[in-house]
T-cell receptor
């Protein structure tokens, strides 16, 4: 069935280091892959998304890569800062809805 | 623009009580969604409406009903609340029509506790 797996569930990095979060999906027909950031007590907010006709997309310190053959996509955050600390969710589009991963709690230590 | 507005922000119910969570969007979006968020389980889809006049079940629909009142409004009803429905509920909307290829915009959430 429809499934999105996300790893790791928690990630701790030192300020200035890079962070990588990985997701795999089950339906090869999926063609839209957004990433959301959720700060404590707040709503999820879109930070970047990628569509299946693109292999990589960058926006300042964040980038997403997509490997359709392997059915996985990743979020890369470079030069991490304390304000990057949050829960990050990946998602994959299925027919007319999104299926979300279970989230990664990123902690950036000064 | 307010985006997606949810009411109420907090609610405490007793087991067996009923209530309706309200959601409205002012972005002229076609699709609207209701999720619940529990610790360690991410966002799980309860119901969604891909266009005005249609609703469909998501991953966890049991114990809930929805109404797409018009293009702007999508409500979620708990007929007989149970402690297992204690959660944070998020409403979202999207421009997408019959294909999830557009971002979803979320409301601030409703924190619901059932005693």
């Amino acid at each position: 069935g429809e499934n999105v797996e996300q790893h790791p569930s928690t990630l701790s990095v030192q300020e200035g280091d890079s962070a990588v979060i990985k997701c795999t999906y089950s339906d090869s027909a999926s063609n839209y892959f957004p990433w959301y950031k959720q700060e404590l007590g707040k709503r999820p907010q879109l930070i970047i998304d990628i569509r299946s006709n693109v292999g990589e997309k960058k926006d300042q310190r964040i980038a997403v890569t997509l490997n359709k053959t392997a059915k996985h996509f990743s979020l890369h955050i470079t030069e991490t800062q304390p304000e990057d600390s949050a829960v990050y969710f990946c998602a994959a589009g299925y027919t007319d809805k999104l299926i979300f991963g279970t989230g990664t709690r990123l902690q950036v230590f000064p | 623009n307010a985006g997606v507005t949810q009411t109420p922000k907090f609610q405490v119910l007793k087991t067996g009580q009923s209530m309706t969570l309200q959601c409205a969007q002012d972005m002229n979006h076609n699709s609207m969604y209701w999720y619940r968020q529990d610790p360690g389980m991410g966002l799980r889809l309860i119901y969604y409406s891909a266009s005005e006049g249609t609703t469909d079940k998501g991953e966890v629909p049991n114990g809930y009903n929805v109404s797409r009142l018009n293009k702007r409004e999508f409500s979620l009803r708990l007929e007989s609340a149970a402690p297992s429905q204690t959660s944070v509920y998020f409403c979202a909307s999207s421009e997408a029509v019959e294909a999830p290829d557009q971002p979803q915009h979320f409301g601030d959430g409703t924190r619901l506790s059932i005693l």
